[in-house]
T-cell receptor, first 116, second 116 residues
Framework: GDSVTQTEGQVTVSESKSLIINCTYS????????LFWYVRYPGEGLQLLLK?????QKGSSRGFEATYNKETTSFHLQKASVQESDSAVYYC?????????????FGSGTRLQVYA | NAGVIQTPRHKVTGKGQEATLWCEPI?????VFWYRQTIVQGLEFLTY????????DSGMPKERFSAQMPNQSHSTLKIQSTQPQDSAVYLC??????????????FGPGTRLLVL
């Protein structure tokens, strides 16, 4: 089967400090993964933060970056300087590029709390 | 664009009652997905439709759960004889049905179901 493992629980970071949320995936059926980071801000729905469909490629959005490393099957989310407004729950997700349409497999979510 | 609409936002049912959850996908999106989110299991795929046809229901509990998409503007998830373990947030998502956009799913706000 497919699975996604990401930094568990809550991460607390001081404003302007750097952040990394780890994500690794495992798959027995997907030859060409699509990798995503979704985010849920307080009071809002789940929304796409960034996506990457090619190994070695970097995705970026709102100051966040993630590089798809096929060798280590990883897609870690990083930001050089976080802000209080980044406080949210972040989900790493895996899809299958070989399918036109298909389900996503999500990690358990990581709650980021940024304090001033 | 109103985004994916889900109704009701909250639903409380008694054990053994039926619950019907509604989803209206983004106009023009012909792929519709249902996911369930609990603290213990995280975000789990349930089922999806493409052009109103059921494609994959591998995540659906075999008993009591059913989903339909009678037209392109709405889908329903029905739970018969609800049990306390059905309590969860049920998320609907939609996507385009083409290679250019099908990899991005847009999520609704979710329906929080509580079974007493």
């Amino acid at each position: 089967g497919d699975s996604v493992t990401q930094t568990e629980g809550q991460v607390t970071v001081s404003e302007s400090k750097s952040l990394i949320i780890n994500c690794t995936y495992s798959t027995t059926s997907i030859a060409y993964p699509n990798l995503f980071w979704y985010v849920r801000y307080p009071g809002e729905g789940l929304q796409l933060l960034l996506k990457v469909i090619t190994a070695g490629q970097k995705g970026s959005s709102r100051g966040f970056e993630a590089t798809y490393n096929k060798e280590t099957t990883s897609f870690h989310l990083q930001k050089a300087s976080v802000q209080e407004s980044d406080s949210a729950v972040y989900y790493c997700a895996l899809g299958d590029r070989a399918q036109v349409v298909g389900q996503l497999t999500f990690g358990s979510g990581t709650r980021l709390q940024v304090y001033a | 664009n109103a985004g994916v609409i889900q109704t009701p936002r909250h639903k409380v049912t008694g054990k053994g009652q039926e619950a019907t959850l509604w989803c209206e996908p983004i106009s023009g999106h012909s792929a519709v997905f249902w996911y369930r989110q609990t603290i213990v299991q995280g975000l789990e795929f349930l089922t999806y439709f493409r052009n109103q046809a059921p494609i994959d229901d591998s995540g659906m509990p075999k008993e009591r759960f059913s989903a339909q998409m009678p037209n392109q503007s709405h889908s329903t998830l029905k739970i018969q004889s609800t049990q306390p373990q059905d309590s969860a947030v049920y998320l609907c998502a939609s996507s385009l049905d083409d290679w250019g956009g099908a990899d991005t799913q847009y999520f609704g706000p979710g329906t929080r179901l509580l079974v007493l």
